[in-house]
């Protein structure tokens, strides 16, 4: 883990598209703002492991063909 300090204002880069900006520090808490590109996806890290779970378990739920189909042949 690469650890940095930086001030407010200061930003820190990620390749040449992402820039990562100190915007305030308050108490305990450092507001930042994150520049990059609409195709890269950023979440909170705990709402990504909640969407990790969730693909998890979709991914083993057993499927019935006969209600797929029926599913399918209804919603034409």
């Known amino acids: 883990m690469l650890v940095l ?3 407010k204002d200061e930003s ?3 390749g040449k598209d992402i820039e990562i900006k100190i915007l305030g520090i ?7 703002g994150i ?3 609409k195709d ?3 979440f909170r ?3 990504y492991l909640a969407i990790e779970e ?3 378990e979709a991914s083993q739920q057993k499927i019935n063909i006969d ?3 029926d599913f399918f042949y209804k919603n034409k």
Do not use: C, H, Q, T
């Open 26 to 32: 308050e108490e305990d808490k450092v507001k930042i």
């Open 35 to 37: 520049s990059a590109p």
């Open 5 to 7: 300090a930086r001030k």
């Open 45 to 47: 890290k705990e709402i």
């Open 54 to 56: 969730e693909n998890k």
């Open 67 to 69: 209600s797929l189909k």
């Open 12 to 14: 820190i880069m990620l």
């Open 40 to 42: 890269v996806e950023i």
